[in-house]
């Protein structure tokens, strides 16, 4: 199978991302440079775009084992939105309530920025600002809602809003709709569209891609490949979801899937009965994750977290397709809009996300070694990583920013526990998730069961 063939197959978004997936040259043994960046998703993209517009200078080489956007860059659910991993009341405790309202409004500024980048720089990335509407279909998911939006307000932000079951059902007409938030601060896109049009545009400013060059190991001003190591001031660490196969690494971040179903383009009739007129990104306030877009196409895409996390955090292909996950994702969308009953779901697909043991993502480097990285984003990586791009800028060219100041700068999470302890305690939170959705549904009450393992679960 040619690699075109190879990647393109991987989503909805790589078939439709209007590129041959030519491998761009491998590394051809030993080089030395300024920065080199491993990992060619948007952590390690986004650092080498703005590395290379403040100084065009440097020698910024970025090594990819595969091709730009072939992980979760590529295949997200394509919400670049303002959520952070760790809530405002979690950063606040670690720092001060301050410092957690700074890096909010960083997150929501970033939002913004990338749409503004993909202006600029000519990527057709499908990108359209229409906020996010989160349904409340049942009675203890309206008291979540209610609680976010009065947080929100004490909070003194305004990108909150507490909307009523008419207001909701008027902008995205689910079933069971009791009401919803809606924020404005979130732009749903084409992820992999974004990736490779990113990856073109570093190029243009004379930064290097290496594709098809495995990094089996980070050291010191060390890249390591199985084709030469490259020497650099500063060495990135941009892996994400793949950060376990690193050496010395393999409890740091780990790899938990997230899989997604696409529909066939719908009619006008449909979306006139379905909603979502702004392309508005969608889920609701259930305990397991969901997450939804209309596209530009006007296909739904819709995801969800519950596959389960692999044994020792190994990286499989097989991880990325779960028959029954996928069922429970198509009957729930069924179920949230009837009149899809009947239309034809063209792709299923799905990736690994990157999680550290406190679920608060962190960027930083370490001047001694050079050694930088970015990462544990959740699932929020489409605009927390520009973001990063932006502070790693800053930390490498040594200037002391707004951004370099901010409380997920230089953060150290937990490592992960050795296994079993971990295939045991992150499955059996998954699984509780689940079973909390289905307690509230027969109790009419916020779940007893939810609340106790939260904290397990950041």
Same mark, same amino acid.
């Given at each position: ?53 403040? %100084?065009?200078?440097?020698?910024? &080489? =970025?090594?990819? /084992? #595969?091709?730009? !956007?072939?992980? +979760?860059?590529?295949?997200? *659910? @394509? ?28 997150? %929501?500024?970033?939002?913004?920025? &990338? =749409?503004?980048? /993909? #202006?600029?720089? !000519?990527?057709? +990335?499908?990108?359209?600002? *229409? @906020? ?327």
């Amino acid at each position: 199978m040619s690699a075109a063939v190879n990647y393109a197959g991987l989503s909805l978004w790589h078939e439709t991302a209007r590129d041959s997936f030519v491998p761009r040259p491998a590394l051809e043994g030993d080089l030395s440079c300024d920065v080199a960046i491993v990992g060619a998703g948007y952590t390690g993209l986004w650092t080498a775009y703005y590395l290379a517009r403040a %100084r065009p200078d440097l020698r910024i &080489v =970025v090594l990819e /084992a #595969e091709s730009a !956007g072939f992980g +979760a860059s590529g295949r997200n *659910g @394509g919400w670049c939105s303002a959520l952070f991993p760790a809530s405002q009341e979690k950063l606040a405790a670690m720092t001060s309530p301050e410092e957690a309202a700074a890096q909010h409004r960083a997150m %929501r500024g970033s939002v913004d920025e &990338v =749409v503004r980048v /993909a #202006e600029a720089e !000519g990527i057709e +990335a499908d990108v359209v600002k *229409g @906020g996010t509407l989160v349904l409340a279909r049942t009675a203890p998911q309206l008291v979540r809602a209610r609680a976010e939006a009065a947080a929100a307000a004490a909070s003194g932000t305004d990108d909150v809003t507490l909307l009523s079951a008419a207001d909701a059902r008027a902008r995205l007409n689910a079933t069971g709709v009791l009401g919803a938030t809606y924020t404005p601060d979130c732009a749903a896109l084409h992820p992999a569209k974004l990736a490779r049009g990113l990856a073109t545009t570093v190029e243009r400013y004379g930064v290097t891609v290496h594709e098809r060059t495995r990094v089996t190991a980070i050291r010191p001003h060390e890249a390591v490949t199985e084709r030469g190591t490259v020497r650099a001031d500063v060495v990135v660490r941009a892996t994400e979801g793949y950060t376990a196969a690193l050496p010395g690494l393999s409890r740091a971040v780990i790899p938990v899937y997230s899989l997604i179903v696409a529909t066939e383009p719908l009619p006008t009739s449909v979306w006139d009965e379905i909603g979502l007129a702004q392309r508005e990104t969608f889920s609701d306030h259930r305990h397991l994750i969901v997450y939804g877009q209309r596209t530009a196409d006007d296909r739904l895409v819709f995801g969800g977290r519950g596959a389960p996390y692999p044994f020792a955090s190994r990286i499989s292909a097989q991880h990325e397709r779960n028959a029954a996950v996928f069922g429970k994702l198509r009957s729930t969308l069924v179920e949230m809009f009837p009149v899809l009953h009947g239309a034809r779901f063209t792709h299923a697909w799905g990736g690994a996300l990157g999680i550290a043991r406190d679920w608060c993502a962190s960027v930083g480097l370490d001047t001694e070694t050079g050694l930088a990285w970015a990462g544990g984003y959740v699932g929020d990586g489409v605009s927390t990583t520009n973001l990063a791009g932006r502070t790693l800028r800053d930390l490498v060219l040594g200037s002391p920013t707004d951004l370099t100041a901010l409380p997920w700068v230089g953060h150290r999470s937990p490592d992960w526990e050795p296994e079993p302890l971990r295939w045991l305690g992150v499955n059996v939170g998954l699984r509780a998730m689940t079973l909390a959705d289905g307690e509230e549904r027969l109790t009419g009450r916020p779940s007893l069961l939810a609340r106790a393992v939260a904290p397990l679960l950041g």
